[in-house]
T-cell receptor
Framework: QKEVEQDPGPLSVPEGAIVSLNCTYS??????FMWYRQYSRKGPELLMY????GNKEDGRFTAQVDKSSKYISLFIRDSQPSDSATYLC??????????????FGKGTKLTVNP | DSGVTQTPKHLITATGQRVTLRCSPR?????VYWYQQSLDQGLQFLIQ???????AKGNILERFSAQQFPDLHSELNLSSLELGDSALYFC????????????FGPGTRLTVL
């Protein structure tokens, strides 16, 4: 079983739809959770970062973490064609030595159709 | 623009060769990370440096090595290249200790023929 599972999609939605992206994880040591957006042939861009269970909102984006279920989500409201990209969840485990290596999901490819 | 720069953007080379990828972190960031992205494996952590010292190792092959210099830029050296080493290589940087936010560079696309 992979440490981080993410449905690769692809996911296709009409403009204005609410998008829900999800990841599950198996390692209880994961304490920091991030969502990155990656456009084709570009570097990942940090969208959301959180370390506690609950919701965090930033504009049209909401990140949700449920540590008891080992489940994180990213919601995109009023989706736009410019949101078309691959979305990657990422997590950092707490380790001795303080390394902050990211463990990524495989990414979900999202297309928002005008 | 994340503030992290990587050179070159593209690299085409032959099997058995050696290449060097370069990364300059954001101003003020002390920590540099290297990641490899391939279609089948996704983004995989390779190695981390903090203020010139190796901090953590991931799935990095023995043929690969890295270092961080006093001016904090980093280089990833890939030797005895194989076809399977073709991938996107990303560098990220962060201010270790005050934030876990890692900012990625634009990547170097390596093609091994």
């Amino acid at each position: 079983q992979k440490e981080v599972e993410q449905d690769p999609g692809p996911l296709s939605v009409p403009e204005g739809a609410i998008v829900s992206l999800n990841c599950t994880y198996s390692n209880s040591a994961f304490q920091y959770f991030m969502w990155y957006r990656q456009y084709s042939r570009k570097g990942p861009e940090l969208l959301m970062y959180t370390y506690s269970s609950g919701n965090k909102e930033d504009g049209r984006f909401t990140a949700q973490v449920d540590k008891s279920s080992k489940y994180i989500s990213l919601f995109i409201r009023d989706s736009q064609p410019s949101d078309s990209a691959t979305y990657l969840c990422a997590m950092i485990p707490i380790t001795q030595g303080g390394s902050e290596k990211l463990v990524f999901g495989k990414g979900t490819k999202l297309t928002v159709n005008p | 623009d994340s503030g992290v720069t990587q050179t070159p953007k593209h690299l085409i080379t032959a099997t058995g060769q050696r290449v060097t990828l370069r990364c300059s972190p954001r101003s003020g960031d002390l920590s540099v990370y290297w990641y490899q992205q391939s279609l089948d494996q996704g983004l995989q952590f390779l190695i981390q440096y903090y203020n010139g010292e190796e901090r953590a190792k991931g799935n990095i092959l023995e043929r690969f090595s890295a270092q961080q210099f006093p001016d904090l830029h980093s280089e990833l050296n890939l030797s005895s290249l194989e076809l399977g080493d073709s991938a996107l290589y990303f560098c990220a940087s962060s201010v270790l200790g005050s934030s876990s936010e890692q900012f990625f560079g634009p990547g170097t696309r390596l093609t091994v023929l």
